[in-house]
C-alpha cells in the first residue's frame, strides 16, 4: 500500500461542474501539499494545510488530520483547470507524493 | 522576478557521460529542492538545501548523483557516469521561511535522456 493515495486517478468533466480530488496517507505528517502540473510539465504549488481548510479563488482544500485525508475541491471548473493534481504529505523536509490525479475539464 | 531558471531545459546524451543540471532559484530564497519525476516513480525528492548546506540528502539515488549549491543563487546537479535509468524530468524549487518553507516555487524543469 503506498503510503499517499488519491483518487480518483482520472477525472473528466464539464465545464462548470464542482470538482473533488482526494488524497489520503497512512503515515504521520506535519503538513500536506496539492500541487498542480500542467500540461506542458509545470508545476505550481498550490496549497500547505497542517490543520482545517484554505481557499485560492475556485480552490478549497480541506484537511481531516484524525482521519488521514485531504480533498481538493474545484468549483464552477473551466477547461484551463485540466491538469495533473499531485497530493504531497511531510514530515520536515522529506515529502511523499501521490501518483497524481488527471483532470481534464471538457468545454 | 523571473521565477526559478533551470539550465538547459532539454539534454540529451550518451550512456557514460558527465551531465550537470543547473538551478538558480528565486532572489531571497533559502531554501532549495531538487526534485526527480519519472512515470514509473513519479516525483521524487533528491536533496534538500537551507542556507547552501544540505540539510536532507536521502533522496539521493546513490555516488553517481552529487549537489552542490555554493551560493545562495546557483546550484547543481550532477550525473557521473549517466545511465539510460537516470532519464526523467529534473526539477529544482526554492522557498523562503521555514524551514521547510510552507511555499515551494518550482522551476520549469530540464528534460534528462540518456541513451
Known amino acids: 500500500k503506498n503510503e499517499v493515495e488519491q483518487s480518483p486517478q482520472n477525472l473528466t468533466a464539464q465545464e462548470g461542474e464542482f470538482i473533488t480530488i482526494n488524497c489520503s496517507y497512512s503515515?504521520?505528517?506535519?503538513?500536506l501539499h496539492w500541487l498542480q502540473q500542467h500540461p506542458g510539465g509545470g508545476i505550481v504549488s498550490l496549497f500547505m494545510?497542517?490543520?482545517g481548510k484554505k481557499k485560492h479563488g475556485r480552490l478549497i482544500a480541506t484537511i481531516n488530520i484524525q482521519e488521514k485525508h485531504s480533498s481538493l475541491h474545484i468549483t464552477a471548473s473551466h477547461p484551463r483547470d485540466s491538469a495533473v493534481y499531485i497530493c504531497?504529505?511531510?514530515?520536515?523536509?522529506?515529502?511523499?507524493f501521490g501518483e497524481g490525479t488527471q483532470l481534464t475539464v471538457n468545454p | 522576478d523571473a521565477g526559478v531558471i533551470q539550465s538547459p531545459r532539454h539534454e540529451v546524451t550518451e550512456m557514460g557521460q558527465e551531465v550537470t543540471l543547473r538551478c538558480k532559484p528565486i532572489?531571497?530564497?533559502?531554501?532549495l529542492f531538487w526534485y526527480r519525476q519519472t512515470m514509473m516513480r513519479g516525483l521524487e525528492l533528491l536533496i534538500y538545501?537551507?542556507?547552501?548546506?544540505?540539510?536532507?540528502d536521502s533522496g539521493m539515488p546513490e555516488d553517481r548523483f552529487s549537489a552542490k549549491m555554493p551560493n545562495a543563487s546557483f546550484s547543481t546537479l550532477k550525473i557521473q557516469p549517466s545511465e539510460p535509468r537516470d532519464s526523467a524530468v529534473y526539477f529544482c524549487?526554492?522557498?523562503?521561511?521555514?524551514?521547510?518553507?510552507?511555499?515551494?516555487?518550482f522551476g520549469p524543469g530540464t528534460r534528462l535522456t540518456v541513451l
Open positions: 524549487a526554492s522557498g523562503s521561511g521555514g524551514p521547510p518553507p510552507d511555499t515551494q516555487y
Open positions: 503515515v504521520g505528517i506535519s503538513a
Open positions: 494545510l497542517s490543520s
Open positions: 504531497a504529505v511531510g514530515g520536515g523536509s522529506r515529502l511523499t
Open positions: 532572489s531571497g530564497h533559502n531554501s
Open positions: 538545501f537551507n542556507n547552501n548546506v544540505p540539510i536532507d
